[in-house]
């Protein structure tokens, strides 16, 4: 579904934050993308959705080359951000009919999704007010709900957990389960490893713009010992958490 290779992203102040990235998302995945802050998850998530342009390599989505084909491609993605940019002067129900408009929903089918939509996610009356009086974790749920309605083959969702309360977030990733396994996919961002061992069919781990490892939870263990998902992680982004001393807060 998602096909990389040898993609790199050098910003304008020179600054590698992708290096050589191959990476495969089979259709009917759950992928996770595992990385500590600033590993370069959201830059190839925003290459992969072409909101920015790699610097080289290539990228492909069900077989079409985001350079050639980025419309087509655009349409089969739902993409969450990590940070949801919405139109803050619109009501909820305008930004979702705007979208609905956009990726031109058949006017039954929006209704009939909308109104489970906002059942899962429990957004409710809220949906008549402006966005700009939302919480944090109410513009997430707008956001997935924008996502979610157009019904895209793809889902690629940058750090989706985040600011949902856990009711929503048990939906959600119900919701995904569900999603893959209608033979789609979901490719997402997450610092939370539990997220991605209870998820995952497979994770990617990026540091420092370079992908450390790919493959199963299962196989992640074997090869480094049966430690928990979270010393695996600090182990193999060689975190430097464990020699902290903290003794001048006590
Ligand atoms: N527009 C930019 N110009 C220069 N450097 C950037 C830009 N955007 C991101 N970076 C740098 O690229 C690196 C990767 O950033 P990115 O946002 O992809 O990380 P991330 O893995 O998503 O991090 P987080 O988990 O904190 O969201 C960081 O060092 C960041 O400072």
């Given at each position: 579904?998602?096909?990389?290779?040898?993609?790199?992203?050098?910003?304008?102040?020179?600054?590698?934050?992708?290096?050589?990235?191959?990476?495969?998302?089979?259709?009917?995945?759950?992928?996770?993308?595992?990385?500590?802050?600033?590993?370069?998850?959201?830059?190839?998530?925003?290459?992969?959705?072409?909101?920015?342009?790699?610097?080289?390599?290539?990228?492909?989505?069900?077989?079409?080359?985001?350079?050639?084909?980025?419309?087509?491609?655009?349409?089969?993605?739902?993409?969450?951000?990590?940070?949801?940019?919405?139109?803050?002067?619109?009501?909820?129900?305008?930004?979702?009919?705007?979208?609905?408009?956009?990726?031109?929903?058949?006017?039954?089918?929006?209704?009939?999704?909308?109104?489970?939509?906002?059942?899962h996610f429990k957004l409710?009356?809220?949906?008549?007010?402006?966005?700009?009086?939302?919480s944090h974790g109410m513009?997430q749920k707008?956001?997935?709900?924008?996502?979610?309605?157009?019904?895209?083959?793809?889902?690629?969702?940058?750090?989706?957990i985040v600011g949902l309360d856990p009711e929503s977030a048990f939906i959600l990733?119900?919701?995904?389960?569900?999603?893959?396994?209608?033979?789609?996919?979901?490719?997402?961002?997450?610092?939370?490893?539990?997220?991605?061992?209870?998820?995952?069919?497979?994770?990617?781990?990026?540091?420092?713009?370079?992908?450390?490892?790919?493959?199963?939870?299962?196989?992640?263990?074997?090869?480094?010992?049966?430690?928990?998902?979270?010393?695996?992680?600090?182990?193999?982004?060689?975190?430097?958490?464990?020699?902290?001393?903290?003794?001048?807060?006590?």
């Amino acid at each position: 579904m998602i096909k990389i290779k040898n993609l790199e992203k050098t910003y304008n102040n020179n600054f590698k934050a992708v290096k050589n990235m191959n990476l495969e998302v089979k259709k009917g995945e759950i992928f996770g993308f595992l990385g500590p802050n600033g590993a370069g998850k959201t830059t190839t998530i925003k290459m992969i959705t072409g909101i920015i342009q790699p610097s080289s390599g290539e990228i492909f989505v069900n077989g079409l080359n985001i350079k050639k084909d980025p419309l087509k491609i655009k349409q089969s993605i739902g993409y969450v951000s990590d940070e949801p940019l919405l139109m803050e002067k619109l009501k909820g129900i305008e930004y979702i009919k705007f979208i609905c408009d956009m990726f031109e929903v058949p006017p039954l089918e929006r209704e009939n999704r909308l109104e489970k939509l906002l059942k899962h996610f429990k957004l409710g009356e809220a949906i008549n007010n402006p966005i700009s009086s939302y919480s944090h974790g109410m513009k997430q749920k707008l956001s997935l709900i924008s996502t979610l309605i157009h019904n895209p083959d793809l889902w690629i969702l940058d750090e989706p957990i985040v600011g949902l309360d856990p009711e929503s977030a048990f939906i959600l990733k119900k919701m995904m389960k569900n999603h893959t396994q209608n033979n789609k996919t979901v490719f997402f961002s997450t610092h939370i490893m539990e997220i991605a061992e209870k998820v995952c069919d497979r994770i990617a781990i990026i540091n420092k713009g370079e992908i450390i490892f790919m493959g199963t939870i299962e196989q992640l263990k074997e090869n480094k010992g049966n430690e928990s998902l979270e010393d695996l992680f600090l182990e193999v982004t060689e975190s430097e958490s464990e020699k902290i001393d903290f003794s001048y807060l006590d």
